[in-house]
């Protein structure tokens, strides 16, 4: 991937270097849909703007945007449509954050699924490094260069 400095300057880091990675997973129960995220960077939390955004199209085409955002103080803001959400946790490594939430179908404005349901799903994660005394910003996409994003098949 390949980070932006705000003024379009091109940023890239050394080949040997691993500047961060992003693993994602997914699960469900009849109340909740749980996203969880490990975000491995060797400068974790080294700026603001730094967060996993979901972007979830439910019913009617509608978008709802989750997002979770990572504090120094090891408490993690979780918004749905910019409303808090209860129910969500993380944990700071040297060189990595983990997220997770649990998102009730009903604040998505959906019944239940069943096994077999598709939800348009995309994700990003915005990765904030200070180089050359700069703080550089770049965002991973999930569904990278596709115009309607990705799906999210709920299976049992």
């Known amino acids: 991937w390949e980070q932006f400095l705000e003024g379009g300057e091109n940023f890239g880091y050394p080949s040997y270097t691993l500047d961060g990675r992003v693993a994602f997973w997914a699960g469900w129960d009849n109340d909740n849909l749980y996203l969880a995220a490990r975000c491995d960077d060797e400068q974790p939390l080294a700026g603001p703007g730094e967060q996993v955004r979901v972007r979830l199209a439910v019913e009617g085409g509608r978008e709802r945007w989750l997002e ?89």
């Open 68 to 156: 979770l955002v990572p504090g120094k103080d090891g408490r993690v803001s979780a918004t749905l449509d910019g409303k808090r959400l209860a129910a969500a946790a993380m944990k700071l490594e040297a060189q990595a954050v983990k997220l997770e939430a649990a998102v009730p179908w009903r604040d998505l404005g959906l019944a239940a699924p069943a096994a077999g349901a598709v939800l348009n799903f995309d994700l990003f994660w915005t990765d904030v490094d200070r180089e050359q005394g700069k703080l550089y910003s770049g965002t991973m996409h999930w569904a990278g260069g596709s115009r309607s994003g990705g799906r999210l098949i709920l299976a049992r």
